[in-house]
C-alpha cells in the first residue's frame, strides 16, 4: 500500500484505525477464508491497517509465520498492540513499507491478503511485480476491496479488473478472477490470482 496521503498518521489516522477495525472486519475475515491458510505457512498481508487480517492469520498459521507490510506507523502501532503476544512469540513481523518493497526473500510466502489496500498500490506495475516476487508458484493472492474505493481510483470495477488482470499476467500469475464479495452485502469485490508454477 503506497500512500503519501496523511490520512493513515496523527490523529486522523489513529481515527481512521479504529473504523477500520469495525468495517473491515467481515472483510479481513473473507480474505483468510478463501486464502486458506494451513498451520507452518509463512504468509503475507500487504496494507494491513489496524491488524485484524494479522491476528486472523496468525491464528491459523501456528508455527508459521505473518508478515505484515504497510507504511503507516499509526497502523503499526494498532497492529502491534492488537497482536503482540503473537509478536513476542515471533509468530508476526510488522514492516513499515509498501507493496513494493517488501521484506520478503524470493519464492517464501505461501499465500498474501490484501484488504481495501490494492488501489493504493503505488507504482502499481512495481507493486505487482513485487508480489510475484515473493509468492511460492502456486501461492495466491487474495484481493477484496470496497465497490465505491475501485470506481473512486481505476473509473470503475470493470477497469480496476483490466488493470489488474493485466500486470498479474504480466508478472506471473494465471487464472485472475473477480466476484462479489459475502462482505459489504456484496458491495467488495474479490480479486484473486495465483502465481504460476
Known sequence: ???????????SGRLVGFEMARRNKAAEAEAVE???????????AIGFGPGIGVALL??????GRVIGA?????????AAKRNRAALAAGTVELHPTTA??????DASIDGAIAVNSVMLW?????????????????????????????????????????????LARQYGFTA??????????????????TRAS
Open 100 to 105: 513494493d518493497a517488501l521484506p520478503c526473500a
Open 122 to 166: 503505488q507504482p502499481r506495475d512495481a507493486s505487482f511485480r513485487e508480489v510475484a516476487r515473493v509468492l511460492k508458484p502456486g501461492a495466491r493472492l487474495v484481493t477484496i476491496t470496497h465497490g465505491w474505493a475501485l470506481d473512486r481510483h481505476f473509473g470503475s470495477v470493470d477497469a480496476f479488473a483490466a488493470e489488474v488482470d493485466a
Open 58 to 63: 496468525a491464528a491459523r498459521v501456528a508455527h
Open 176 to 193: 485472475p478472477r473477480r466476484e462479489p464479495a459475502r462482505a459489504e452485502r456484496g458491495r467488495a469485490v474479490v480479486w484473486e490470482a
Open 1 to 11: 500500500m503506497n500512500t503519501t496521503s496523511n490520512v493513515f498518521d496523527g490523529l
Open 34 to 44: 478463501r486464502l486458506e491458510p494451513r498451520p507452518g505457512d509463512h504468509v503475507l
Open 70 to 78: 504497510d507504511p503507516s506507523q499509526v497502523m503499526i502501532e494498532q
